[in-house]
């Protein structure tokens, strides 16, 4: 039995006057996944994101939430962390989570929430005073306090620094564990093949590439590349049964079988202290598919 | 279905705001009350001179040295502040500009005096000197003490002017400055994001609003009577109801500004281009007795003039419900129909 998606759009688009945001697009996520949206600024990643929120109308097409088109309950069932949003003025950090939590008719223990998501030292701080880290853990509280089936993260990450990223991504995996669905957006590529079941990388409006971050890099790139200071090959010692190109002092050289590449260049001798392996990721698939850098 | 625990807890949410913002809570309470008692400092108290009289030639302007210069007949004239002139060119001057209401010559009788004839005050004061010279005129006058009422002070007449400025501009701001600001930093779209209604978000901000101007009339009234000692003639129930009904009016005119837009500066312009006509033509501070039609018809078209003058008829005329029953029913009227407009005008969005 094929089981029915948590959100669907079908054939959905958002014109903004003559600029197209959202092009006549299909989209279908599995329950319980953690879905990434990839793509440059402009893609249409916020605009379609937030059509399936319901917070803005689509011009075309339609949303189903759990096979039936979206109706008032289905902000019940949802938790949204948006990428820039003011929090209510002149609360602490726990009078925001109680008033929230007031707004549903189900909800999450706060305790709980704030154990979940390392709030406890800040509880009765206000809401202006707390670090970056601190509130995209409140807000990410904020869209969980409804215990929702599914999440939005947009943007989770934007300016943390690594400890706090890692901490944030630590979070998402243990919602994840609890078998909630996830519709996330970024810009970190990371980010993106740390958390996510299944990505889609849209440009200009359209869902260009759908898959399982490692299917998507094998699909779309050429695999791994080893990279080796030109004066490591020495003389005599380039003439090898690789491709290989030079940029700038390096040589790369493409490999599909990693060991036999290795075993070649020990064979003829070439010092590979110095040797390091690039891995094709989401920005190479991009890069590839679209011909342009996905921050451009 | 509207759901009173939301309401409750977007109201609550909003009463901190207002309550913990000290220095906005602080200004709030302090601005009405710096104008009223500012007020009182220049028109109030028995001691008050609302008449300036020229006296030449006189060496000293004013103080003690004046006594010397005002013609005895004339010198125990109350309302009347002195000030004396060195030559007549200077008092002649003077009058001209308005500086004083009338001018006169020290001298033996007949006193000399001159009125500046496009000054009103001047006549009264004419007046006022010719009955003071007249035995019979004061019989008059001392009469008319006896069976006049409790006199209105202007500090009277002004105070429901403060108080009503007060409400409108704390409701045109609190709601419709405060809105368009949640709406341009995201917290109105995060609200839009969970079960929260439309109606029961703006009836929640209507009814903090209500409820934080209902507080601080009461610290004002209170701190204010305790100074200047107010006298209701009426029911304070029925100056209550007045006030709540204005204040919701004036509230859900503020939801208009509030209903759409993410520019403060624009919904700063527009509040101002409401409430700068309105604090002028619904008299806050001056009557607008005798004024032209076009501006009393102008005038009758604003909620404060409604609220105003139902206060002014409770406090200072006895009057009941049902002698203010028409401002009542106006003030209604423009509720239901700013409601209407603000509700339908309303967007979550940017």
Known sequence: MVKTPIIEAIGVSKQYGLVTAVDNLDLSVPKGICFGLLGPNGAGKTTLIEMIEDIISPTTGEFRYQGKPLSASFREKIGIMFQQTSLLGFMTVYETLSTFQALYHQSYDIEQLIQLCHLDDIRKQFNDKISGGQRQRLLLALALINQPELLFLDEPSTGLDPQARRNMWDIVHRIKREGKTIILTTHYMEEAQHLCDIVAIMDKGKIIAMGHPEELIRRYTSGTKIVLPTEALGEGKGDLSLEKSSVE?????????????????????IDLTRMSVQNPTLETVFLNLTGRQLRD | MMNFSRMWAIFVSRNREFFRDKAAFGWNLLFPFLI??????????????????????????????????????????????????????????????????????????PLHYWVNDTAPKGYVVEKMIQGALNQRTDDVMVRQEVVSTRPIRYIDWLFPGIIGMNIMFSALYGVGFVV?????????????????????????????????????????????????????????????????????????????IASRGTSEEFANGLLNFISWPMMFLSEVWFSLEGAPRWVTMVSEMLPLTHLLSGVRKIMNDGAALVDVQVELAVLCGFTLVFLSVGASLFSWNK
Not at chain 2, 80 to 85: E, S
Not at chain 2, 89 to 105: Q, R
Not at chain 2, 207 to 222: D, G, P, Q
């Open chain 1, 249 to 269: 002092g390096h040589m790369t050289i493409p490999v599909e079988d990693m060991n036999a590449a290795i075993e070649t260049l020990l064979a003829k001798g």
């Open chain 2, 180 to 256: 368009v600001r949640y709406r341009k930093n995201g917290v109105l779209k995060r609200l839009k994001a969970t079960p929260l209604t439309a109606f029961e978000y703006l009836s929640a901000q209507m009814l903090s609003r209500l409820f934080v101007i209902a507080f601080s009339l009461t610290i004002l009234w209170i701190g204010c009577d305790l100074i200047f000692d107010f006298h209701v003639e009426g029911s304070y129930i029925d100056l209550a109801i007045v006030f709540m009904v204005g204040n919701l009016s004036l509230t859900s005119l503020g939801l208009i």
């Open chain 2, 36 to 109: 009223i008692a500012g007020f009182a400092i220049i028109f109030g108290g028995d001691e008050r001179k609302e008449f300036k009289v020229g006296v030449f030639p006189c060496p000293s302007t004013q103080g003690t040295e004046i006594d010397r210069c005002v013609p005895p007949q004339i010198e125990l004239i109350k309302q009347v502040q002195y000030i004396g002139f060195p030559t007549q060119a200077e008092g002649i001057n003077k009058l001209k500009h308005h500086k004083v209401d009338l001018l006169i010559e020290r001298g033996k009788a």
